[in-house]
């Protein structure tokens, strides 16, 4: 006889990486009420409630607006299967993993891809795009707003021009700046853009928000060939989350709870406080990594607030950096992704993670195991944040 299987114990982690990120307690309990059927009346009023408050924070009256079930690959893989069939041209900008993925979520399509190229850290120039849409037509520009690899945030102002002027849909990769980040979809003229729970909106992975305009949907509508895959075919999930009410798959019930009580938690501070207060804690960390002196990996006008990648100093072993934060303190950091692997380490202040008393705890464990492995700070770290909260 075998012996019985414990029951589960996850211990509690500081999640202060590039996501999962650390879940608001009444997304939790959310998560914990009571399971409904897929079409019970009260299920069908809270799908309701969840689309008003995504378009709210997504910026955008798109009809086409729900969470699809699956992570933020899944909402990636859903514009792709959507807006492209075999053999349309495809622009997508690479500058870390999350590009790189689309170009082969893209290819995968049967997509005829060109890509922007830019060294990892840096932003893609809008004027790179445009040099690779003079005089072509594409069916879609594909482009990454918060790279999360990086560290860089993407500029979309502008890109909307470069995609007109080459007959483009404009997607974005989102996943880590809803929430965290201003994301205007109307304003900025984006015609399908996708997201994930587990980064700013402080839920666990599970689900994607993802948005659609009506030009997109309209293209979606007159398809030659039907969508590569049925799981993620916007035509039947919309018979679901629309009017029809048909069922299509199983909705992830509970998930939903989260992400209902997710949306309503950042309307209920306000989009505008809550990127105020990434920013603000971001600042803060800034300032007490740069007293340690560790340097951020990308210049300050291209960083990102909810994800900071800092290079490692020479000499200090990243894994084993890593591995004492985990677990003297409880606290998960990233390392490095493809050709900044060992080079640097993420830390993440996303959604309920971004708070002061999270900067103050990162910065004194990093200092302690900077400390043990013979690096000692430049300046007070606490005394720096201290001193960006306080300015
Ligand atoms: C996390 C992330 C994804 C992928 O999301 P998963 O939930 O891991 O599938 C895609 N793009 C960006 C920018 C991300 O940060």
């Not at 600042?283 to 340097?295: S, V």
């Not at 677990?327 to 202040?349: A, C, D, N, T, W």
Request: hydrophobic share 40%; charged share 20%; proline share 6%.
């Amino acid at each position: 006889m075998t012996a019985p299987y414990p029951q589960l114990d996850p211990p509690t982690r500081t999640l202060l990486g590039p996501g999962p990120s650390d879940v608001a307690p009444s997304i939790l309990t959310a998560m914990a009420r009571p399971t409904l059927g897929h079409l019970d009346p009260r299920f069908l009023e809270v799908m309701d409630q969840i689309r008003a408050m995504q378009r709210e924070v997504l910026g955008t009256r798109n009809e086409a607006t729900m969470p699809m079930s699956g992570t933020g690959s899944a909402g990636m893989e859903t514009c792709f299967v959507n807006l492209v069939e075999p053999g349309d041209e495809v622009l997508v900008g690479v500058h870390g993993v999350f590009g790189t993925r689309m170009a082969e979520v893209a290819a995968r399509c049967g997509a005829k891809v060109t890509t922007v190229e830019q060294e990892w850290g840096r932003r893609i120039p809008s004027e790179a795009f445009a040099e690779a849409a003079r005089g072509k037509r594409f069916k879609l520009l594909a482009v990454v707003h918060a790279e999360t690899s990086t560290g860089v945030l993407h500029d979309l102002e502008g890109l909307r021009e470069v995609a007109d002027a080459c007959g483009a849909l404009l997607l974005v990769d989102a996943v880590t700046s809803v929430a965290g980040m201003p994301v205007r979809v109307d304003d900025w003229g984006v015609d399908a853009l996708y997201s994930g729970t587990q980064k700013c909106l402080s839920c666990p992975p599970g689900l994607s928000p993802v948005t659609f305009s009506p030009r997109a949907m309209d293209g979606v509508a007159k398809r030659g060939s039907k969508a590569q895959s049925w799981y993620l075919d916007l035509s039947l999930i919309g018979q679901y989350w629309g009017s029809e009410r048909a069922y299509h798959h199983t909705a992830p019930i509970n998930m939903l709870y989260g992400l209902h009580e997710a949306l309503r938690l950042v309307l209920d501070e306000g989009l505008e406080a809550r990127v105020e207060r990434h920013r603000r804690n971001a600042t803060a960390l800034w300032a007490g990594l740069e007293a340690l002196g560790l340097e951020p990996l990308v210049p300050l006008a291209e960083r990102l607030t909810p994800l900071t990648a800092v290079r490692v100093p020479e000499g200090v072993d990243e894994a084993a950096l890593r591995r004492q934060l985990l677990e003297q303190f409880g606290v998960e950091i990233g390392g490095g992704l493809g050709p900044l692997k060992g080079r640097v380490v993420r830390i993440g202040l996303m959604g309920a993670g971004s708070t002061r008393r999270n900067v103050t705890l990162c910065l004194s464990a990093l200092e302690t195991a900077l400390r043990t492995q013979g690096v000692r700070p430049r300046d007070d770290a606490l005394a720096a944040a201290d001193a960006a909260y306080a300015g």
